[in-house]
Nanobody, 116 residues
């Protein structure tokens, strides 16, 4: 099983930046994909960005393209999400996800609030 712990959320003004971190531990060998999802109040959880560990390819939701960047530091077993030009509609709980042999693991989430 993979354990995931997110950090880096907080309150930021519109136009500001935050960097989320997700530290993975446990059975991290053979993780196929990792990603960031978010869930706003009253809405379903949605994919924000994904990173394929096999190809190092990335993909993003249209709403965050050119503003968010997903990356990894393998030495630290850490997944990052750099978020720039934040908007109020980015307000949500952000969750880290890992897929290993078809099984999903989730972190507990970190709150991101964008407000003036």
């Amino acid at each position: 099983q993979v354990q995931l712990v997110e950090s880096g959320g907080g309150l930021v003004q519109p136009g500001g930046s935050l960097r989320l971190s997700c530290v993975a531990s446990g059975n991290i060998v053979s993780i196929d994909d990792m990603g960031w999802y978010r869930q706003a109040p009253g809405r379903e959880r949605e994919l924000v960005a994904r990173f394929s560990t096999g190809t190092s390819s990335t993909s993003y939701a249209d709403s965050v393209k050119d503003r968010f960047t997903i990356s990894t530091d393998n030495a630290k077993n850490t997944l990052y999400l750099q978020m720039n030009s934040l908007k109020p509609e980015d307000t949500a709980v952000y969750y880290c996800n890992a897929v290993r042999f078809g099984i999903n693991s989730w972190g507990r989430g970190t709150q991101v609030s964008v407000s003036s």
